[in-house]
């Protein structure tokens, strides 16, 4: 008999309360040196797509996901190229949608460093601790070449608690995705191959919904 008014006196002393997400989820894309500029269009077309599908709008919604969008590729380049956005209705997404696809390009002729990618978006959880779950997906179509080691950057997320999920682009053979099921994703984590960037959007669609219904059951 008194849990409703409780609740309801602390969402009147702190709004934040009633609102916290299920799941902050970090999108990252590789934009190094062999992303040349239609694959890295058919990846930012393939993330705008993917936020208009009807499922993953409904499970966003659901969980009052917070998401974002990191750039990344050599050593020292990786940006934020859209900060956290709280879904709460389904014209979130569709903005969020909207602005991956107008999404310019970070960085060109660069290095391919997945592990500074890592702890760059690990740093970027601090501003939503309100959220259950912590995801990053790290996409790529290649090997490291620069920065430090990968697995001790995976091994960093899995002592904070991150999970790691991965796409990896293949043009022959599974040798990326070897390489992201031993060194890239966390023990929690999963790797699911696009042959082709052309096969992105559809792979990144079903990742979404698969990582946000283990979540939300």
Known sequence: MVRLPFLSMLAALWPGAMLACDTALILTIDVSNSVDPAEYRIQTDGLAAALRDREIIELMVQGEVAVSVVQWSGEIRQEVSIPWT???TA???EILSQQAAAMPRAFVLSD????????????LFDTVSDCGHRVIDVSGDGTPNAGRSVQDARNAAELAGVTINGIAIESMGLAITNFFRGAVITRDGFVMTARTHREYADTLRRKIIRELSQVLG
């Open 91 to 93: 014209l979130d997404v």
């Open 86 to 88: 709280r879904i709460r």
């Open 112 to 123: 391919t460093a997945p592990a500074e990618a890592i702890y760059f978006s690990l740093a």
